[in-house]
């Protein structure tokens, strides 16, 4: 949980810079990719980190521009990255004008009480999860996957370093 704005302000820049990482790497193509039938397709989970769909954040007081959480998805992969930059600056910009004191409000949250700490760490921790699932659907769609926290298969080998097995 977070103690400060600037510690969250950090961490969701390096965390949205590798979300970016990926969204740039989208093609219109791959946006149909599903992992099975009833399941969200590529582009209708990368369009799921470009707006607050729970208005989590929006319910926390935290103002900052983003589509509407019923506008339908892009059917350009460029336009859903360039959405995902938008979204996220403005976020970053809207921190930016919070107290320290306000994570310590509290708000109704899915029928509890959470602080406001809490509600940015569970924001963030739920981008990473949908991160990893956007991953997963890239991979199937054979694009090149970017590393989050250390370097992925690809880039293991594009450094002549052959990768990790086990």
Known sequence: MFTSVSEFIGEYRMESNATQKLLDVLTDESLQRQVGEGYRTLGQLAWH??????????????????????????????????????????????????????????????????????????????EIHHRGQLTVLMRQAGLPVAGMYGPSKQEWETMGIPAPTK
């Open 49 to 126: 980190l470009v707006h607050d769909d729970s208005g989590m954040l929006q319910r926390i007081g935290l103002k900052f521009q983003a589509p509407p959480a019923s506008a339908e998805p892009p059917q350009s992969a460029v336009a859903i990255a360039q959405a995902y930059r938008t979204t996220a600056a403005s976020l970053l910009e809207a921190a930016a004008g919070w107290s320290d004191g306000r994570l310590l409000e509290n708000n109704d949250m899915f029928g509890q009480q959470w602080s406001n700490a809490y509600t940015l760490y569970a924001f963030l921790k739920h």
